[in-house]
């Protein structure tokens, strides 16, 4: 008598599905997380003059062309170009060449198509983007095809400076002991002494002289040593209307910190700014 093996009968597992033609969800990647508005990969950066650029072209053009109906195009080497309905005013993101050396940024008015630059302002790479968004917001603001004040040069009298100054002096910044007004150089500097702002009573030239030349009648700098080689720059001309220098430095000098990925601190800075 032989023995007869009987083939057992396995089932499965209770966890498992045994029917193999079901499918299996494909795995994801993980989402970042948002605390207070940021992603969880971000900081809170202050003194935010120090912050760094933080790579936001687009929000900083936003308003000429959202808000005033500027016509945008970029070039073959994907600079970006704005121009106003009239014509008068221009306003250029330029990573990758400008024939004038002035900056990542530039921004000028003439009265008619043909006209000298009435006023012309450049910004140097790491300023923040958000200096040059309260610049092209007042900017927008001030705005109108029919009449564009902005193309009217500002008389630089007194009136006008102290306008600009006023938002310095209500953060609490301090004019240089060593300048005063009505001297060729009045000078404010932020508490720490890392960031400030010049203004000079007298200028000589063209606007462009001033600007391509290094003698502007405004300078806004940061810099991680004080009185240093700046880690970025903004100048403006003779004419420039002080209501869009307030504007830029009324951004400059608030104590709110900035939204950066950390890798977007300059190195320079990351031991002189508080992250939280």
């Keep these: ?45 202050s ?11 687009d929000a900083a053009m936003a308003p000429l062309i959202e808000q ?13 170009h704005l121009t106003s309905p009239c014509g008068r005013a221009y306003l250029g993101f330029l990573p990758e060449h400008n024939p004038e050396p002035v900056g990542l940024w530039k921004a000028w008015v003439r009265p008619h198509h043909h006209g000298q630059r009435t006023w012309m302002a450049a910004f140097s790479d790491a300023m923040p983007y958000e200096f040059m968004q309260a610049f092209t917001t007042e900017w927008a603001e001030g705005y109108t095809p029919d009449d564009p004040t902005f193309a009217d040069p ?21 004019r240089d002991p060593t300048t005063a007004p009505g001297r060729t150089l ?12 010049e203004v000079r009573v007298l200028t000589r030239g063209s606007v462009e002289t001033e600007i391509l030349q290094g003698d502007p009648r405004w300078t806004v700098w940061a810099s991680p040593v004080p009185y240093r080689r700046p880690l970025w720059d ?13 504007a830029f430095c009324r951004a ?11 890798q977007q601190i300059p190195r320079t800075c990351r031991d002189l700014i508080t992250r939280t």
């Design 68 to 80: 005033a109906g500027w016509n945008a195009w970029c070039d073959e080497l994907a600079n970006h």
């Design 154 to 174: 500002d008389d630089g009298h007194r009136d006008g400076v102290e306008k600009v100054l006023t938002v310095l002096r209500d953060a609490g910044w301090d």
């Design 234 to 246: 903004a100048v403006f001309s003779t004419g420039t209307p002080t209501g869009l220098i307030a």
């Design 47 to 57: 003194p935010r003059y120090l912050a760094g650029g933080g790579f936001e072209a």
């Design 186 to 197: 009045e000078r404010w500097t932020a508490p720490d002494g890392r960031a400030g702002v």
């Design 1 to 45: 008598m032989t023995d007869t093996l009987t083939p057992a009968t396995f089932a499965a597992p209770p966890d498992l599905d045994p029917d193999p033609f079901v499918p299996v969800p494909a795995p994801t990647t993980p989402q970042p997380t948002t605390t207070g508005g940021r992603e969880e990969w971000e900081v809170y950066v």
């Design 252 to 262: 400059l000098a608030d104590p709110a910190p900035l939204t950066r990925e950390d």
